[in-house]
């Protein structure tokens, strides 16, 4: 099992920046491709962004590339989410997920590709 925290959830107004993380306190992260994914009430949750266990395939959704860097800190077990230039459309919980990989290369964009998920933080951007 692992357990993942998010944090970093804020009120911003938009063409502001905000910096998610997901921790897995007590676990090492360095065999999981991990990603982030966003929900907003009454729709299904979106894949964000992702990146592999060796921290160098990553993907994004078209919504949000060029504005949003995901990394990894495998030392600190923790993944980042750095969204700049936030816009309205950006307000929604987001969530860090966590699979155990082989591959060094393997990214989930699915919803069902991850076995482990955070609680969520919430980012609401205003105008």
């Known amino acids: 099992q692992v357990h993942l925290v998010e944090s970093g959830g804020d009120l911003v107004q938009a063409g502001g920046s905000l910096r998610l993380s997901c921790a897995a306190p007590?676990?090492?992260?360095?065999?999981?491709?991990l990603g982030w994914f966003r929900q907003v009430p009454g729709k299904a949750r979106e894949f964000v962004a992702a990146?592999?266990?060796?921290?160098?395939?990553?993907d994004y959704a078209d919504s949000v590339k060029d504005r949003f860097t995901i990394s990894r800190d495998n030392v600190k077990s923790t993944i980042y989410l750095q969204m700049n230039n936030l816009k309205l459309e950006d307000t929604a919980a987001y969530y860090c997920a966590a699979r155990s990989s082989f591959s060094a290369r393997w990214i989930g964009r699915g919803e069902y590709d991850y076995h482990y998920w955070g609680q969520g933080t919430q980012v609401t951007v205003s105008s």
């Open positions: 007590g676990r090492t992260l360095s065999s999981y491709g």
């Open positions: 990146i592999s266990k060796s921290g160098i395939y990553w």
